[in-house]
Structures are given as C-alpha cells and as structure tokens.
C-alpha cells in the first residue's frame, strides 16, 4: 500500500528544509507523492517537481492560503492548480504585501522593546520565503527570550500577547474561486485546529460545501482514529474528498514527521486518485 503526504511546509513559508531536500526526504520515507504546500506561495513548486522529476517521487502543486471566515483565520489547501494561473499572481501579491506590513509593524514593536530586529532583516536571512510570526519566533529564541518556537508563540506571538499583528485575510470564497479558475481543488485544513463545536463545525461545512470546497482534511498529525473517523463521517455527510497530511515543517516542529506526523498518521495513496477525478 503506497503512502503519501498532501501538506508540507519549506523554506519557501516557515518550512526548515528546501523544497528539494523536502522530495528527498519524501523519498527517504519511502512515500509515493508529496504535496508541497507552502503559506500563500508557489515559490517552491517548480524546484520541487524538478527534484520529484529526478527521483521518481510524485509531487503535488499544491499552496495554503490563510483565509478569514467571521472574523476566524481558517486555512485552505488548494491542490492540483497551475501555478502560473493569471488569476493567482495577484492574490498571491496581496498577500505577501499585506504580510509586508504585519511584519514591520511586529518588528517595530520589538524594538520598542529593544529587541534589535529589523523586517529587512528577516527577508535577507530568509530571502524568498513567505516571511511571518514562525521567523520572528526564531528571532527572539537567539535573543534569550523564549526556549522554543512554540514559546515564542505561547509568550509573544500568539493573539492576546504583545508582539501579535492582526493580519488581512483573503476572503474564503473569494480563495476557493481563486484556485478553482486557476484550475485546483480545494480542501479545508486541519478542521479542529479552529476550535469549533460540532454546531459550528458544521456551519463551516455548510458553507464551505456552497462555495465549492472539494474536501476536507480529514488525517492531520495527532488526530486520534476516533477523531479521524469523526471526521469521516463528517465529509461523507456533506460530499466531501477525504485529504490527509503531515503539517511537516521540519526543525520548526520537530516533533511532527514527514507521512507518519506524530507516529499514528498514514495517508493512503488512493486519496490523491480521487482527488485528481
Ligand atoms: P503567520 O502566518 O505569520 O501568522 O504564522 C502562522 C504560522 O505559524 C502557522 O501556520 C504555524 O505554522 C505557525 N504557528 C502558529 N501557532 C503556532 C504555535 N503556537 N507554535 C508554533 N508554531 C505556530
Ligand atoms: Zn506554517
Ligand atoms: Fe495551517
Ligand atoms: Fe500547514
């Protein structure tokens, strides 16, 4: 039974590995296809599918786009589009415009506080990447501050704490019509990562069912097999594809491995059939 991974992250976002030693790695693991799938950005789909190429590894073009939903930040997987679709550079653009803005008001914030950091800063070290919180994170664990990127988050990152920015967000239906005239699919990330109840799950799923969204997420690192199940059942009651992926973003997270993300994850090279019918 072949083994797959449909969300990973590389240098091109907040990921550890390049996009090449990411289809490495992918092989290494012995998977047969890896989605790349950086934070609002193609950037590292053709050095990818090059690398995919010349391996033998199957590579998925594939982006998620941070995505606002009533006032929630909710994450769309888009797969299977043509990167060089017209209609996808200047959403693209927005984006990465708006993240231009967040990140110099975040740096300005911390040298207020006489953290020596500098947006400019940021995109020399990391030149090509989707700059954002994960990058500041690294910044202030070399200045003392905090002892891991999730501390990082946990002490200044995350809403509610002091070096936190409110960010745009593209709005869903206008992202899912995005990819879909650049000729994708789309999926709904992670679907416990925003904290609904059940009620409001679901009206996520209604809606997400209007706009056209192809699947959801169903398989993330350390969903139990009753959270699985649990959501299985979900996207079968609103015809939805069944997806599943790591998260994987190397050094950033290392608990979480490329295909098997927290030990218990496996996704089954038939989701991705479906996902190309
Ligand atoms: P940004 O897009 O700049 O707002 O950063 C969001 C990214 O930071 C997410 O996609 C995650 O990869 C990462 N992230 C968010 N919250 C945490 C956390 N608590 N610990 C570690 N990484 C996080
Ligand atoms: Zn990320
Ligand atoms: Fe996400
Ligand atoms: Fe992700």
Redesign the pocket.
Known sequence: MKSIDLHA?TTKS?GTLTPAELVLLAKESGLAAVAVTD?DTVGGLAEAREEGEKLGVEVVPGIEV?TGWQHTEI?LLGYLFDPAAPELTPAIEWVIND?RERNEKMAALMRADGIPVTAEEMYRRYPES?V???HF?VKLMECGLASS??DA??RY??PGQKYYVR?NHIPFDRAVEILRDSGGKTVLAHPFQYRFDDGRLRELLDYCRNVGVAGMECLYSGYTPEQEKYLEALAGDYGFLVTGGSDF?GG??PEIKLGTGTGGLRVPYELLEELKK
């Open positions: 992250h907040d934070h941070s994450h993240r989707t954002g919180r994960p994170a990127v999730k988050f946990a990152l995350a960010r973003h950033h997270k």
